[in-house]
Nanobody, 126 residues
Framework: QVQLAESGGGLAQAGDSLSLSCAAS????????MGWFRQAPGKEREFVAT????????YYADSVKGRFTISRDNAKGMVYLQMNSLKPEDTAVYYC???????????????????WGQGTQVTVSS
């Protein structure tokens, strides 16, 4: 059974840093692009960052570019999201997800991902 489990969320103040982790199990991790998405109350789930399984290329939403960094460790089956210079508008539930695709712009969309974690809350106060 494929499972994704996020950890590392919590409370932060504006300007702080948080690091999220996602542990994957159940299928060949290195053959899947890994993405981070977030959903704030009353809003749709939105793309944050992704890392391609084919090239390890990374892509970011404009709102987080330069502040967030996605990385992966294929040997450990882990994907990470380092979040710096947090803003109150970063407050959301953050989800990691897996996609068998490495194609752009497909992997920027939630529809490309077939496995999702349960999410971890990130709350940033001003």
């Amino acid at each position: 059974q494929v499972q994704l489990a996020e950890s590392g969320g919590g409370l932060a103040q504006a300007g702080d840093s948080l690091s999220l982790s996602c542990a994957a199990s159940g299928r060949a991790f290195s053959l899947y692009s890994m993405g981070w998405f977030r959903q704030a109350p009353g809003k749709e789930r939105e793309f944050v960052a992704t890392i391609s399984w084919r090239t390890d290329s990374t892509y970011y939403a404009d709102s987080v570019k330069g502040r967030f960094t996605i990385s992966r460790d294929n040997a450990k089956g882990m994907v990470y999201l380092q979040m710096n210079s947090l803003k109150p508008e970063d407050t959301a539930v953050y989800y990691c997800a897996q996609s068998p695709s490495a194609a752009l712009p497909l992997i920027l969309s939630p529809g490309a991902y077939d496995r999702w974690g349960q999410g971890t809350q990130v709350t940033v106060s001003s």
